[in-house]
């Protein structure tokens, strides 16, 4: 176990590295950015501060050396936490990916806990129950939530809630503790925001793992190991919970990792847009089309780093769950 | 109620058994009838072809049809012993609703039954001793002792502690076989090989002591020699334990060595049913007969063809009319048994036989029709 434990990681450093530098390559790539404007501009005023000034930068970010060593100078940055300086908002992007970087996991989490929490019992009804009423209404709903997208949703819902009620509905905090600094009455009142964010965003995924569960577990039904449970005189649910739900859920969790997790953090840019959400998805958004590309790229690198740490806990659980992956 | 008239060496009796199934061409009538009776202590052979309703028998009697599948009528009337008075009543299992608590005791409890696929009738992500352990602490009480241990078990919901499960989990599966039980108790299932998971599903089977195996195909999975290990430990156990089975299968050879008694199957009716020595040595109906010269032998002479059963099995929706054998049978009698329907009467050596040719009224007819 330890050892699939080690390789898994070993695995996903080197998928890490590979990534950062496509993600230093895009950085590097688009003429006309906001670095290369910079220096023209400055070298364009000749005066001695603005000399300094283009020698420091160009020290800063290795621009007279080859792209090898510059990839490797930047990716050491990297790993010190310098990740470069956002020129549009000129300010290092650290802080304003650190900013967004924990709202954007709160908002993520609870938008996977409302997918689990709504879309497995569901589907575990709609199997249980295959072809009845009930299933046949969930699936029709399930398929209407898979076709519509969620910033359409958002739209709608924005548009109802502000036509019709005084919900402050905008952004994850009121306006009295947009600025203020943390406090557990804050936590209260982003708590108080998060859940229908969460829940827009969580509707497509719901509805897909509706259908998947449903249709998972009514293969798993079918299998043998089902009916030697009922044919031990356990009580029929116990048999579709212990036995057959427990095997139906594995391979949710390798999507959960895959899909679910990067889906719902990317995905949700759209989203976060039309809500106005102070979360990395919109800024990203708003960083590729200014062109601001070290803001765009780290962005990059740390959706891919959520993207493989959600793997990697996606098949440590499935092997903490599955005695036949442990297999050495 | 007839349940009186009964032997009280009778375990099963199974009267006029009809099961159908809804599918969306109509009504499979998988059973039409089914009459047999499973002695105490003895084993049943029940032989036929795919799709004669073996199966569909076994899952009848445990409530465990699926749910397009109903009991339509008849009667299964199982000989229950009361716990200590060693009274018995004979209860009908095709009254009593599937997910009823009567049919859960008895289920597992009482009624344990073994699967063709070893390989896959075990949870995949539970250990070999969860499985045991799990009917054990369905089914068995722990015993009435006095102080402390009582108050315990009724704070458990008169469970067997967990640890009390594991031990008898690992004498079960060192009863069936399975080398160093202690280790192989923490084994998940694949980790096991098939014939050591069917030992496994024995165990679990046989753990709550019931008075009726149902073994359904429990070695077609298994290699040859695996097989007759397996066939063998069922018969020591059986000596052990004192249960009754009912092996099914489409093995011929198997069956020989394994029951006391043979139903042979045909289409959801039971054709033949008699000792195993009669069923071998001289079979009354043209099926039996067929079934029985379509083995192998050593010493056939070389180069000869196998026989076989002329034509296939009907398809469900088109099962000929009158006897249901009559469009493959070698001695069908044309206008007579595509009209009538036999039923079960004495032939032979005792047994019974539903063929048209056994039936003295209508032999009677067909040789006065002959004279005329």
């Known amino acids: 176990m330890l050892s699939y434990i080690i390789r ?17 390559v895009i950085i590097e790539l688009p003429p006309g950015d906001f670095l290369t404007q910079l220096l023209t501009e400055l070298e364009g005023r000749g005066d ?44 290092p992007v650290r802080e304003v990916i650190a900013q967004r970087f924990w709202l954007t996991c709160a908002l993520a989490v609870a938008s996977i806990l409302m997918v689990w929490v709504i879309a ?4 575990v009804f709609s199997a249980t129950h295959q072809y009845t009423i009930g299933d046949q209404i969930f699936t029709t709903i399930s398929f209407i939530g898979l076709g519509v997208p969620g910033f359409l949703l958002a739209l709608l819902l924005l548009f109802y809630v502000v036509q019709f009620t005084d919900v ?25 925001h998060l859940w229908l964010p969460a829940l827009i965003g969580s509707i497509t995924g719901t509805a897909g793992l509706i259908r998947i569960m449903r249709g998972n577990l009514l293969d798993t039904l079918g299998q043998p190991f089902v009916e030697s449970a009922r044919a031990r005189g356990l009580k029929s649910r116990t048999v579709t919970w212990k036995h057959a739900v427990r095997m139906a859920i594995n391979p949710l969790i390798v999507i959960l990792g895959s899909e679910a ?68 | 109620m007839s349940a009186a008239v009964l032997d009280q060496d009778v375990l099963l009796d199974v009267r006029d058994l009809q099961v159908h199934f809804d599918v969306r061409r109509g009504t499979v009538r998988a059973l039409e009838g089914v009459n047999f009776t499973i002695r105490k202590s003895k084993t049943l052979g029940v032989i036929g072809e795919s799709g004669s309703g073996k199966s569909v028998t076994a899952r009848a009697i445990m409530q465990l049809l699926a749910k397009n599948g109903s009991i339509v009528s008849g009667e299964m009337l199982y000989n229950r012993q009361g716990d200590d008075s060693g009274d018995s009543e004979f209860i009908d299992i095709a009254q009593q609703p599937s997910d009823s608590q009567l049919m859960r005791d008895l289920r597992g409890g009482e009624i344990a039954m073994i699967f063709q696929e070893p390989m896959s009738s075990l949870t995949p992500v539970y250990t070999a001793g969860l499985h045991i352990g799990e009917s054990i602490q369905l089914h068995l009480k722990p015993r009435q002792t006095v102080g402390d241990q009582m108050a315990k078990a009724i704070a458990k919901q008169n469970r067997i502690p967990r640890e009390e499960a594991r031990q008898i989990a690992i004498e079960m599966l060192d009863k069936v076989g399975i080398p160093r039980p202690e280790e192989r108790v923490v084994s998940y299932p694949h980790e096991l090989s098939g014939g050591q998971r069917q030992r496994v599903m024995i165990a679990i089977a046989l753990s709550c002591g019931p008075k009726l195996l149902i073994a359904d195909e429990p070695t ?59 069923i071998f040595y001289n079979p009354q109906h043209p099926y039996t007969r067929a079934l029985l010269r379509s083995i192998p032998r050593i010493g056939q002479t070389e180069g000869s063809r196998l026989e076989v059963i ?11 009319t009158g006897c249901a054998f009559n469009n493959r049978c070698p001695d069908v009698m044309p206008g007579i048994c595509d009209a009538r329907m036999p039923e079960l009467l004495t032939a032979g050596d005792g047994q019974r036989a539903a063929c048209l040719l056994h039936d003295p009224d209508t032999m009677r007819e067909v040789t006065s029709a002959r004279v005329h």
């Open chain 1, 8 to 24: 898994r990681i070993g695995y996903s450093l080197v998928m890490l590295v590979l990534v950062s530098f496509v993600g230093f």
């Open chain 1, 48 to 91: 001695r501060s603005a000399e300094d000034r283009v020698t420091e930068l160009r020290l800063r970010y290795g621009l007279d050396i080859p792209l090898l060593p510059r990839y490797v100078q930047w990716a050491t940055n990297f790993v010190r936490g310098d990740f470069g300086e956002s020129f549009a908002l000129e300010r």
């Open chain 1, 120 to 123: 497995i019992p569901i589907g």
């Open chain 1, 168 to 192: 402050d509905i905008l952004g994850l905090f009121s306006r009295e503790y947009r600025d203020a600094p943390w406090s557990f009455a804050k936590f209260i009142d982003l708590l108080k």
């Open chain 1, 261 to 328: 997790l990067p889906g719902i953090i990317v995905g949700n840019a759209l989203v976060a847009t039309v809500l106005n959400l102070p979360t990395i998805g919109p800024e990203f958004v708003r960083a590729l089309q200014r062109q601001d590309m070290y803001l765009a790229g780290t962005t990059l690198v740390f959706f891919t780093l959520i993207l493989l740490v959600g793997n990697l806990l996606a098949d440590l659980a499935l092997a903490w769950l599955d005695p036949r992956i442990r297999l050495e």
């Open chain 2, 220 to 278: 077609t999975a298994l290699d040859v020699t695996t097989q007759a290990q397996i066939n063998d430990l069922m018969l020591d156990l059986q000596q052990e334990f004192g249960m009754a089975i009912m092996y099914i299968t489409h093995d011929l050879g198997v069956i020989a060595e394994m029951a006391e008694d043979i139903a042979v199957m045909y289409l959801g009716r039971i054709v033949e049913q008699g000792a195993t020595d009669s």
């Open chain 2, 310 to 320: 002329e034509g296939m099995v009907p398809d469900p929706f088109s099962i000929p």
